[in-house]
């Protein structure tokens, strides 16, 4: 018999989309509840709309689709507020998650700036409290910049991330489909701006980009995590960067089988395998469990039925995943005071 890691054991959901985080059924209501249009009228053809099937999979272009209808519905103080609201204390009911880092992108959810973009963060804010208010979790909001903005838009996320810090904005990241106009150089001084203020550094890359694009994103954007990242273990530079400064990967794996990152199971036990021995350090979360139809427990599940990970390893990967996160503890030390050694590569490269 297969062992489980333990339901008592609390877990930390480190990369979350909002977008694919909130399950159907609430979706469905938020949006009648304001009146929005869906091209259909049938709630499982809804569900179908906005999910992925258990054993189907989509291109990775056809994936980031599926957010067009989830940003819309979402797009308002009041479903923002709910949205994160019930993401934050499902994930706890569900999954004992007790500390939870939600992703979005606020510019997605204000209509094209028909609404207020600091309403539309406020909403969040007030949804991070009322969960913590029901439940013991401590949750956190990164803020996506996207890779098709234009980088005066991006700008300005970081700072509306920079003025929210001290409301429950612990990060930013870059997100997005791949662009013609994007260069990693660009935003380095935009992400030494937000490191300054104390926010966490997150970057999507080695997932359906080039490979290396992860090693010129370690080098200039010098990011405590980065988002997937799996095609690094094709790249022996990027995984020695990595090691070096300490890094850690956010490991999707049911995301990266559906959009179709990687092959299959075996080639997410050769790249976990690739990264134990050379030293890489990574953790499991979900993307989107409800988009994907998945939660964290079912992917430690899978990994231990599939002999990818025993219970030890899966118990330490959690431990790791609190220990990663930008949510800060009780004593509410900055960043850079709980990675001592990820400041002391960045000061030597600065000197």
């Known amino acids: 018999m297969v062992r489980h890691l333990s339901r008592s ?30 091209p259909t009228k049938d709630y499982w053809e ?25 940003e819309l519905i979402q797009s308002s103080p009041l479903a923002v507020e709910r949205s994160v609201y019930e993401v934050v204390g ?62 005066e838009l991006n700008e300005i996320l970081v700072e509306k991330a920079i003025s929210w810090r001290d409301r429950g904005v612990v990060g930013v990241d870059i997100a997005g489909p791949e662009s013609a106009t994007f260069r990693v150089a660009d935003y380095r001084r935009l992400m030494r701006r937000a490191r300054q203020f104390g926010l966490g550094i997150t970057i999507h890359t080695g997932e359906a980009g080039p490979v290396e694009e992860i090693a010129r994103v370690i080098e200039l954007l010098e990011p405590d995590r980065i988002g997937h990242g799996v095609k690094a273990a094709y790249d022996p530079r990027a995984m020695a960067m990595l090691n070096e400064r300490g890094i850690v990967l956010e490991v999707c794996p049911t995301s990266n089988l559906n959009t179709r990152v990687v092959s299959g199971w075996e080639e ?27 939660y964290i427990r079912d992917e430690f599940a899978t990994l231990g039925r599939l002999g990818i990970l025993s219970v030890e390893e899966q118990e ?36």
């Open 9 to 38: 054991i609390p877990l930390a959901e480190l990369h979350c989309h909002l977008g694919a985080a909130v399950t159907p059924a609430i979706m469905w209501g938020i949006a009648h509840a304001q009146g929005i249009k869906l």
């Open 90 to 151: 499902g994930a706890y009911r569900k999954n004992n998650i007790t500390t939870m880092e939600l992703r979005f992108n606020p510019m997605k959810r204000n209509r094209g700036g028909e609404q207020d973009l600091d309403h539309i963060i406020a909403a969040a804010t007030r949804g991070m409290d009322r969960a913590s208010l029901e439940y013991p979790v401590k949750p956190g909001l990164i803020f996506c910049l996207d890779r098709a903005f234009p980088y």
């Open 316 to 351: 330490q990967l959690a431990a790791a995943a609190m220990a990663a996160s930008f949510v800060p503890n009780v004593s509410d030390v900055s960043l850079t005071q709980r990675r001592p050694e990820r400041r002391k590569v960045v000061e030597r490269e600065e000197a």
């Open 268 to 294: 997410v036990r050769w790249i976990f395998d690739t990264f134990r021995r050379t030293g890489v350090r990574f953790i499991i979360s979900t993307d989107g469990p409800e988009m994907l139809q998945t």
């Open 46 to 70: 809804f569900r179908d709309l906005i999910t992925v099937p258990p054993k189907g999979s989509k291109s990775f272009d056809g994936y980031l689709q599926l957010f067009h209808w989830t």
